[in-house]
């Protein structure tokens, strides 16, 4: 079976700025390359506390470079749907969410990470337990900024 060529109507939507789309995914790589930074240093045995907070500083830099970059207008969040569910059992929340609700619970997750990791006796489990959380808003900002590129 053949696709058409143009949708009905025959209009083609605008196309996304292909320059913007890869400045985006480049500071998008950023932000993630900071948290892998930010999980290693303090999972490690005897993190440093300075270091730590240096490397949460560069993740919230690294942050407001990338909203810096995405759409001014917000993606909006649809209503949900009778029937299907608003949760899934990883805890993702449904899709879309906005970018900078997003990477705003990635500031959150860091920021919790990097507290229980530098408390004044850090409990080796409790900087594990903060890890997941981290790894689950991470994923929903990385679909966030990707989807607000393609509606925004």
Sequence with gaps: MDLPVTPPGGDLPALPDPGKNLAVLGSLGDVLGQITKLVTSATSA??????????????QAAVKSLLGLLPAAPV???APVPGLPVDDARGLPPLPVNPTDALGQVEKSAADLVAKATAAKPDP??????VPPL????VTATVATATALVTG
């Excluded at 005897?46 to 993740?59: I, M, S, V």
């Excluded at 790894?135 to 991470?138: I, K, M, N, P, V």
């Design 76 to 78: 909006a969040v649809p």
């Design 125 to 130: 489990t409790a900087v594990k337990d903060a």
């Design 135 to 138: 790894s689950t808003s991470t």
């Design 46 to 59: 005897g993190p440093d506390p300075a270091a730590l907070q240096k490397q949460l500083a560069d993740l």
